[in-house]
């Protein structure tokens, strides 16, 4: 495996051109949050605008609308329950998270099914939480759009079938090739599996493991990959490499950091990053 | 064109008297937020709030109470689906700002008419976003006030009918002329039509090429406009050089800026420039 | 009139007792915040519990409830049209803030009919904005209890039927005597009205003249009152004093100083002068 | 008494292990918060975040949802109404905190009641404010659990019979037998009653003496006890240390310190208590 460097994130997080507008970096939209997990789809939803995506759209359970605009205002909603208006929303941005505090029930199953119906091949799809078990526990079949899926190692289990304590570089490589999309593994040293190299990332301590960090990756997935979309998997690596670097950074004075504050360091996490490229 | 300076906005910024209270900066109305994007209009609010306006109402839909106030208690709202309260507080402010996340369905069209049927021919009308398009797609006549347009490229060629790659300074002005009243055309190099001069803005950078970041100016205009009233020009274009001023300093050290925080910003910026006018 | 000093101030804001909890302290009951200015309320709520009030109880429309428990868990909420519980909590508090936000409306007026006749003699009662122009405009009979009155000079001109120009200390002290109440005259320089001295405050400058500025004030005054109760009118000049102290302190870098502002920093405020008495 | 040490503090507080994730740290609920005392719950389960609990869920009004989510969006809500779905919910816990602001009408008593019926012998309960109440006015007999209590004074003589003025250590120490679980006496200088030892803690001062503060403890120890729930005692003597110790920190510029400040502190405690441990 290739452990991810500061060098190939710098790379990545370019230096933004003068004349470009909100629309040169991308559309995302957010699907998840019912009326339980709100928070992981306002967490996804905070990473995506942070990470300096242009517009955020958030298709989430209508009880979840004023807690996002009362910590989000730059985030606009629509209610996922309404089909009409997801499907609309999807033919719209160039990547969709989905998963986030959807929940397992029959109306997650629905809006799931919608959105795999609906996303095009040249569209992002990343793939966390609840929607992994759904496609695991329902067996769905895989659209044709750009995946990313982004399971914890019990996720893995279920998706891929690979029992945690076997879960080699090897058979994770298999089920890949498999899935056809990146699969970031998040563990101790999470693993990052593409087409060609796997990734290894060697940032991230115990003061991240706490409810709410793999929502904010999702966001920050988003958000890279519609800005850096030219090398998609060198948007996700340095995504996964900011979030970890940013913990990090906080665990130095804080025995455990939260999701949201990771968020809030983003902006200075990236230009510290774009700005040390020209050395690289 | 005039390149926009330091200097102008220093002499527009005015320290403000010992003998005044909240009455003498005057009264915004701040009117959009539909259920999809309330968290337009809680930006143009905040940012009206911020930059110093006495008092600050916002009419928007009842979904987005909850939120704004969460996020800025010092300001009032009303339903803007509630026609008699809406024309009650239409009477009562020096300027109004319509647009933000108004949308373009019939209810937004209702609102948008209802605003221009009854505005007078004293008060201060900024004209943002979707009631932009709502006029072009409408062909709406405009009402007799001092108007302000504020679109990026594309609402221009919508309003104006000059596609993007012509919009010169000559065909802009003619346009202008015609709408009689103010255009900020908001672009790298944002424009400022007026019925003297020109003015263009070299500030602003790519750090601020995200969602809310137009709305946010409106809300500054307006709290501009009625706290520099004697010059409407020089409060506009000194509105606008203050928004890009403070992105650009905090673009030194975020690879994004949000729009919430260019807000938070407002008070300093705006002592800075008001202390600097005795030297300038 | 007696000019008020930090010194009065430092003498006032007693050190507390090691051996106290937070009954020690008093407890507050706000009431206002129709479903139009929730924001006022909150502010007055918020300004109670920053200003080291034991327990604060905020009686307000239900629509108002999400917004305030956002800003501020630390209170805690009841209907203020539900008659009963109102009732039932007046009996409960050492001292009452009618009128932040409260309207004008038949229910507002009910609801300080309710609160009149209800409020006990040893009680102190902060009466506010809408509050004042009610009694004036419905020619209310003033209950029996400890009264506070912080009208500015409009409000002040439709209770006591002293046009703004000629509201002299020696007309407003003969109104002052009838209200038999301490009025706290909000304008450049304001001035408060007691049974004995009259006092006049030299701080506070125009950063301060924007909306919510008297509802936070109304906050701070039940506050003090509570905690420094053998004194009242010390506590409110007091309030009143450290109120516009912060006020001054931000406004050296704000143009404007926003309500919620200032109520961050009335806790390091108060230590302040706590620790600056013991060389008073 | 054993006056606790900042030794046992540091002792207690492990430096969390590498190869950890968010299941390693515990499973919390709380329970409470009414639609008059939502506050109370926020600050519980926001405590409870801050410490380092890797899943929190809270139960509680749905009318608390919006607030705790625009405050907290890294817990997860319910309905604590909802019968099935607690039961559910509570069979997935380390520990459960019930009291915060759950007040005692005839719902809260219901839910009081299905948590002592479900709750299993294992896990870890800390009954709190109206639940002491409850317990005391309708003599509910206790579960089989791992049980805690955070009485103040007047709660403790509610529950314990002894008045006041009488409660002496020995006496405490009794009932505390009786209840079978440990006893967190809240007053000037708080005492920890355990099978064994008795503690006392000599931080704390009335800066703290404010609404919210006993909520906030009980997150706090709820989280300490999921994580170094080896030695349930040291925990939750740990837990209460750093309670205080945060708010002398704080109140060494504060005249009053509030629950929601203490909390923000917490990660940077740990970390300080965590780091001189290898002193220790």
């Not at 160039?94 to 929940?103: H, K, M, S, T």
């Not at 199953?109 to 992994?132: C, N």
């Not at 593994?185 to 409810?211: C, N, R, S, V, W």
């Not at 950091?257 to 990236?270: D, G």
Request: aromatic share 6%; hydrophobic share 45%; proline share 3%.
């Amino acid at each position: 495996m290739q452990i991810i460097t500061e060098k190939l994130v710098s790379k990545t997080i370019k230096k933004r051109a003068s004349n470009t507008h909100k629309g040169s970096f991308g559309r995302v939209l957010t699907v998840g949050g019912n009326a339980q997990f709100g928070g992981a789809i306002i967490l996804s939803s905070s990473a995506a605008v942070y990470s300096g995506c242009g517009l955020v759209t958030t298709a989430t359970d209508p009880t979840n609308f004023a807690s996002l605009h009362a910590r989000l205002p730059e985030a606009m909603v629509i209610d996922f329950n309404a089909g009409q208006e997801l499907t609309e929303m999807l033919a719209k941005v160039d990547a969709v998270v989905i998963g986030p505090g959807l929940g397992e029930d029959a109306k997650a199953l629905q809006t799931l099914t919608l959105v795999f119906k609906t996303i095009r091949a040249e569209q992002i799809l990343i793939i966390d939480g609840s929607a992994i078990d759904l496609i695991a526990s329902h067996h769905l079949a895989l659209p044709n759009a750009k995946l990313i899926f982004t399971p914890h190692e019990m996720e893995w289990q279920r998706l891929s079938g690979i029992p945690i304590g076997q879960q080699s570089e090897a058979k994770n490589k298999v089920v890949q090739q498999e899935l056809n999309g990146i699969v970031v593994l998040k563990k101790h040293h999470t693993e990052i599996y593409t087409d060609e190299k796997t990734f290894q990332l060697h940032l991230g301590g115990p003061e991240m493991a706490t409810g709410g960090m793999g929502d904010t990756l999702t966001g920050m997935i988003a958000a890279f990959s519609t800005q850096f979309s030219s090398e998609l998997v060198a948007a996700v690596v340095s995504a996964t490499y900011v979030h970890s670097f940013i913990a990090d950074q906080l665990g130095k004075t804080q025995y455990v950091t939260l999701p949201h504050q990771i968020i809030e360091h983003i902006p200075q996490a990236m230009a510290h990053f774009a700005a040390s490229k020209t050395n690289a």
